[in-house]
């Protein structure tokens, strides 16, 4: 039996033939209906329209949406929302003027994280993750990547992906899992280049035999990885079928973009650091630049310059990077708004970026992303707003007033 929303003041990315990401000019527009009707059946949108045309008869469910926006749940393509404990030590340190890569240097950062997450057993480490998966939910997330990363040994990798396995088993949100064996050089290698003929030929194999991830990602940063450890993983990853995901350009621009572009990643995210050359890189690709601001603000650092690359022709999506050293926030909204506020960038590309671009950085665009017959019901029914202007512009409060998985009304105490 469907389920029929009503009076919906205006219905958000609708698109009634389906697109695959939209770049350069076509971010500003965002189309709508206002006054609108939506059907969903079998957790599918199955309808859409104006008011006038609003199907009649009997539904399992009618819900009145006078004075609320009705959109796409929030595409997050850029997490890593599994680890363990936090870093909040190391945020007081860099409020007292030590930087991220003094504090790593000092044994914190990642390692720090790893330490942590070693020491965790992996019942623990779903227990607190979960929290921060029904937080992202509650705050409007209907699709999320998540990484390893803190593990760095076999043994906490594989305990990692697992969590993220069993957090997708568990939870109507569409999860996409990433590998990131090569996140930071454990101590106890001299070199990345044997700590990536480990992670190639003592990980990967498992992870791909065990079907634990869909993407491969790397720190490819100056005292992280270089341009030939990227290379290396990501032909190694490309065997087993693992399409890239990479972290490139955070605080020094070296290549890793064209890396990217060049074993066709899926994304290059970061960009904080762009020349004009990694810019041009990205053009007619199908690769994905995605921003993460609230790394931007969290750590100090420069914003990602979408402003110029939307105008130069560029796709953007938005993501949260969740993490606990750089980001330690899932929150889409706050992404959103930050985007608008620091990168320049209007409501209607923000909403592009974190909605329909978002799916595509997931290889989900088919699914969800936006308002078209057939995708999954993942929906954000806002609170009364005036406009959906009102999702920036209100930054720090939410907006989203409810939230439905594949046409499921959920809600945190709706979690098991
Ligand atoms: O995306 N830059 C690399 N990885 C994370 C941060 C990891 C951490 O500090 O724990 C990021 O910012
Ligand atoms: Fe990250």
């Known amino acids: 039996m469907a389920i029929l929303f009503k009076n919906i003041k205006e219905l958000l990315q609708v698109r009634n033939e389906p697109v695959q990401f939209v770049s350069g000019k076509e ?46 749940t929030w595409c997050d393509s850029h997490t890593h929302l599994v680890y363990a404990g936090n870093r909040e030590s190391e945020f007081v340190d860099r409020i007292k003027g030590l930087t991220y890569e003094e504090i790593a240097t000092k044994g914190g950062g990642i390692l720090n994280s790893a330490k942590t997450l ?129 972290h490139v350009n955070q605080f020094t621009a070296i290549g890793g973009v064209q890396v ?18 990694d810019i041009n890189a990205l053009k007619n690709t199908k690769t994905m630049p995605v921003a993460l601001p609230g790394c931007s603000f969290f750590l100090s650092i420069p914003y990602t310059p979408a402003r110029t690359m939307i105008d130069e022709g560029l796709p953007l999506a938005l993501a949260t990077d969740y993490n606990p050293g750089s980001s330690p926030s899932g929150n889409m909204n706050f992404a959103v708004s930050s985007a608008c506020v620091k990168m320049k960038i209007t409501p209607e590309e923000a909403i592009n970026a974190a909605t329909i671009n978002g799916a595509y950085a997931m290889g ?37 007033e409810k939230v439905y998985l594949k046409g499921v009304e959920v809600s945190n105490e709706g979690f098991l």
């Not at 539904?59 to 949406?65: S, T, Y």
């Not at 572009?261 to 050359?277: G, P, T, W």
């Open 118 to 246: 070693q020491n965790t057993s992996e019942d623990e480490l779903y227990n607190q993750s979960k929290v921060r998966l029904e937080e992202i939910i509650s705050l409007g997330t209907g699709a999320v990547e998540i990484k390893s990363g803190y593990g760095l040994t076999k043994e906490s990798e594989l305990k990692m992906l697992r969590v993220i396995k069993k957090l997708n088993e568990n939870y109507p949100i569409e999860i996409k899992a990433t590998f990131l064996g090569a996140h930071a050089l454990p101590k106890s290698y001299q070199n990345t280049t044997s700590y990536i003929d480990y992670v190639i030929n003592e990980i990967l194999p498992i992870v791909s035999q065990e079907n634990l991830a869909q993407f491969i990602d790397v720190f490819c940063e100056t005292g992280y990885f270089s341009i030939n450890d990227t290379e290396r993983l990501l032909k190694a990853g490309k065997q087993y079928g693992l399409i890239p995901k990479i």
């Open 364 to 400: 989900l665009q088919n699914k969800v992303g936006s308002i078209t017959k057939g995708k999954m019901a993942n929906l954000i029914v806002t609170k009364p707003i005036n406009s959906y202007g009102f999702i920036p512009y209100a930054f720090g409060e939410n907006k989203v």
């Open 260 to 277: 990217g572009v060049k074993y066709n990643a899926l994304s290059v995210d970061h960009l904080e650091e762009m020349r004009v050359e």
């Open 27 to 72: 971010m500003a527009i965002l189309p709508t209906i206002k006054n609108a009707f939506l059907l969903v059946e079998n957790g599918l949108i199955a309808d859409f329209g104006s008011m006038n045309s609003c199907p009649k008869g009997a539904f399992k469910e009618v819900i009145d949406c006078t004075g609320k926006m009705l959109m796409p």
